[in-house]
């Protein structure tokens, strides 16, 4: 069985997400675990507004995520987010194994690197 990288963005339920940041993350990133994947890197992409009205929300949240399954996979994940109350779309992608080692290794480098306190 193949194992790829993806790259998966969540839109989320932004009422959910205002009351429980860390346990909506963990919700979604539970639909990944459930079916065998290993979760990489997750960042919140903040809240925004959207082009068009999705489950009479105005707004949403964006969580992105990085992660490693098999294809196979895939279909279950699918399935299972359809079923979720706090993720309202989701669109996944496979990423090239250069470009995912890439962008990992950026997003590493980021966050180790400390914060600069802006000149006064």
Not at 21 to 41: D, F, I, K
Not at 46 to 68: C, D, M, Q, W
Request: aromatic share 10%; net charge negative.
């Amino acid at each position: 069985m193949a194992v790829h990288t993806y790259e998966c963005l969540f839109l989320l339920d932004p009422n959910k997400w205002s009351a429980d940041m860390e346990g909506v993350a963990n919700q979604a990133n539970g639909v990944l675990t459930r079916h065998g994947a290993e979760v990489l890197l997750t960042r919140p992409w903040g809240e925004h507004k959207l082009a068009y009205p999705i489950s009479n929300f105005r707004k949403g949240v964006y969580l992105l995520t990085y992660f490693r399954a098999e294809a196979e996979a895939l279909a279950a994940i699918e399935a299972d987010v359809r079923l979720s109350e706090y993720i309202l779309r989701k669109m996944i992608i496979k990423l090239h194994p250069h470009v995912a080692e890439d962008i990992l290794a950026h997003y590493t480098n980021e966050q180790e690197q400390p914060v600069e306190e802006p000149a006064a």
